[in-house]
């Protein structure tokens, strides 16, 4: 069971300022979690093997393709400066170099 005074270290190495109230309530939180986590401890793991993931995960991707995108107008309409069809942006080559 953690104490206050836990929780207030914790949240100073975090970096966090938490009020009374928010101390109380993550006291509370943080206990029932790793009383779980005491739980989970008791169990019976050695022919469990090891995994990233409870369940068999899968990423679906396309392929990445070049394709036109015909609303121009659209596009620039985001630019935060732009000259007639093009992206403005600020020099940062020295033509000197």
Avoid: C, W
């Amino acid at each position: 069971m953690l104490d206050r005074d836990q929780v207030r270290k914790v949240a100073h190495l975090a970096r966090l300022e938490l009020t009374p109230g928010e101390e109380a309530k993550f006291t509370t939180q943080l206990s029932d979690i790793l009383d779980y986590f005491e739980q989970l401890s008791e169990l019976d793991t050695e022919n469990v093997q090891p995994t990233t993931r409870a369940i068999d995960v899968s990423n679906v991707t396309r392929p990445d393709s070049r394709q036109p995108y015909l609303d121009r107008e659209a596009i620039l309409e985001g630019a935060p400066n732009r000259e007639g069809d093009f992206f403005k942006v600020p020099k940062i080559i020295n033509a000197d170099a």
